[in-house]
Structure formats: structure tokens, C-alpha cells
């Protein structure tokens, strides 16, 4: 995970979601200050287009309906609520949207760079353990899959498991893919399937047909 902190939100865009309130105004021009585009939406109308190009969104957790902290997650922007019941029941929405930060109703302008700042690097951190957790998924994927090719290899021309890996990195190698995707072209059926005699350790029988063009897993003993 990248050391980074975000520390200038400078012509950053952020939509306020709230009635017409002289506390939207106060926040407003606190955000304007700041460097800050700001954009307004009326709790009750907003809709996923709303936070199109927007970086962070502003929500007033009193009067916003569940769908605007939904369309606010879809686009993976920064939350931070607006709090002015600290009721379990709004608190619990909060939790559920998974906000980020939040400012304390009547707004003022002391805290809404806090609760910016936190709100944006934890956004950041969010979308850094999201993006590791998929790489992982397909690294997993990806040797579950080297190891059915491996075995299929033993299986097919009577060699160990060592053998049957060092032949599928030689091919990558060779042709300069990954040895998940040439494990992926020993798996997957040849477009047009040759006689099962082409596949047997020959000196000339090898995947020559599948996804990927140009595969030969060669089954001659070397």
C-alpha cells in the first residue's frame, strides 16, 4: 500500500446534498476557500448522474434518502455526513453508507478541513486495500489454475511435477506471456481438436490450437 497522504483538494469538485440552508451556504463558502468547486443537489432528487464528476460529496444524513449514499458509493467518491441527530437509528445510516467523515450540524467553518482531509485519504486507503484485494483474487485464481495445468501435464505425458512446470515456463518464456496464461492454454479445448495421438510425448505433439496462438508445450524428454 502507497505511503501517500492527500493533503491539496485544490479545484477538487464537491457537491453539497442538502435543502437551501444558510448551513449549506456557510459550508459552501468555507469548501470555495479552500480551492474547492462546489456543486449543489437537493436531497430528495438525486440521482446517480449527480455525482458525475464530482470528487466529494457533502450529505445531509437528516434529510438524504437511503438511494443518495447508494449513487455517492457507486461513483467511490468521499462521503461526509452532515450530523445533527445523533440518533442510533441515523448513525446507523451512516454506518451502512459507510461514510467516511463527518461535520457536526450548524456547520462552521472550523473542522470542515478535517473532516475533508480525513474523508479523502480514507476514500484513498479504501480504493488501495480494494484494488490489493482483487489483485489477489486473480493471483489466487491464477495458480489454481498452474496447478491443474501441471497435473494435467503429469497426467498426460508421464512426467513429475517439477518437469511439468519447467515446460510451462520455458514456453512462457518463449513466447513472452505469462505462466498463468499459457496454464490457462494447456486447460482450455483447442478450437479445433486434433487426434489425441498429436498429444502424446512425440517430439511433436503440443497445444498448437487453443486461445493462444502459437502455444507449444512440447512433450519430448529433454
Given at each position: 500500500m502507497k505511503n501517500v497522504v492527500l493533503k491539496n483538494f485544490?479545484?477538487?469538485?464537491?457537491?453539497?446534498?442538502?435543502?437551501?440552508?444558510?448551513?449549506?451556504?456557510?459550508l459552501a463558502r468555507t469548501l470555495v476557500n479552500l480551492g474547492l468547486v462546489v456543486r449543489f443537489a437537493l436531497p430528495r432528487v438525486t440521482e446517480a448522474g449527480e455525482f458525475t464528476g464530482v470528487d466529494i460529496?457533502?450529505?445531509?444524513?437528516?434529510?438524504a434518502e437511503?438511494?443518495?449514499?447508494?449513487?455517492?458509493?457507486?461513483?467511490?467518491?468521499?462521503?461526509?455526513?452532515?450530523?445533527?441527530?445523533?440518533?442510533?437509528?441515523?448513525?446507523?445510516?451512516?454506518?451502512?453508507?459507510?461514510?467516511?467523515s463527518h461535520i457536526q450540524k450548524p456547520v462552521r467553518s472550523s473542522g470542515v478541513f478535517t473532516a475533508l482531509f480525513l474523508a479523502a485519504n480514507e476514500n484513498m486507503r479504501r480504493a488501495e486495500i480494494t484494488k490489493e484485494e482483487a489483485t489477489l483474487k486473480r493471483r489466487l485464481a491464477g495458480r489454481r489454475t498452474l496447478v491443474r495445468a501441471i497435473l494435467t501435464?503429469?497426467?498426460?505425458?508421464?512426467?513429475?511435477?517439477?518437469?511439468?512446470?519447467?515446460?510451462?515456463?520455458?514456453?512462457a518464456m518463449e513466447k513472452r506471456l505469462t505462466i498463468e496464461d499459457v496454464a490457462r492454454a494447456v486447460l482450455e479445448p483447442a478450437e479445433d481438436e486434433a487426434d489425441p495421438i498429436d498429444r502424446l510425448p512425440d517430439g511433436t505433439g503440443g497445444i498448437t490450437k487453443g486461445p493462444v496462438r502459437g502455444l507449444s508445450i512440447r512433450g519430448d524428454q529433454e
Amino acid at each position: 500500500m502507497k505511503n501517500v497522504v492527500l493533503k491539496n483538494f485544490r479545484n477538487w469538485t464537491a457537491l453539497i446534498v442538502q435543502d437551501d440552508t444558510p448551513g449549506r451556504d456557510s459550508l459552501a463558502r468555507t469548501l470555495v476557500n479552500l480551492g474547492l468547486v462546489v456543486r449543489f443537489a437537493l436531497p430528495r432528487v438525486t440521482e446517480a448522474g449527480e455525482f458525475t464528476g464530482v470528487d466529494i460529496a457533502f450529505i445531509d444524513l437528516d434529510e438524504a434518502e437511503g438511494a443518495v449514499f447508494d449513487a455517492a458509493a457507486a461513483a467511490g467518491i468521499p462521503m461526509i455526513a452532515l450530523v445533527g441527530s445523533e440518533t442510533p437509528s441515523r448513525l446507523g445510516k451512516a454506518v451502512r453508507a459507510r461514510i467516511t467523515s463527518h461535520i457536526q450540524k450548524p456547520v462552521r467553518s472550523s473542522g470542515v478541513f478535517t473532516a475533508l482531509f480525513l474523508a479523502a485519504n480514507e476514500n484513498m486507503r479504501r480504493a488501495e486495500i480494494t484494488k490489493e484485494e482483487a489483485t489477489l483474487k486473480r493471483r489466487l485464481a491464477g495458480r489454481r489454475t498452474l496447478v491443474r495445468a501441471i497435473l494435467t501435464l503429469m497426467t498426460r505425458w508421464g512426467i513429475d511435477d517439477q518437469e511439468a512446470y519447467g515446460r510451462l515456463r520455458r514456453d512462457a518464456m518463449e513466447k513472452r506471456l505469462t505462466i498463468e496464461d499459457v496454464a490457462r492454454a494447456v486447460l482450455e479445448p483447442a478450437e479445433d481438436e486434433a487426434d489425441p495421438i498429436d498429444r502424446l510425448p512425440d517430439g511433436t505433439g503440443g497445444i498448437t490450437k487453443g486461445p493462444v496462438r502459437g502455444l507449444s508445450i512440447r512433450g519430448d524428454q529433454e
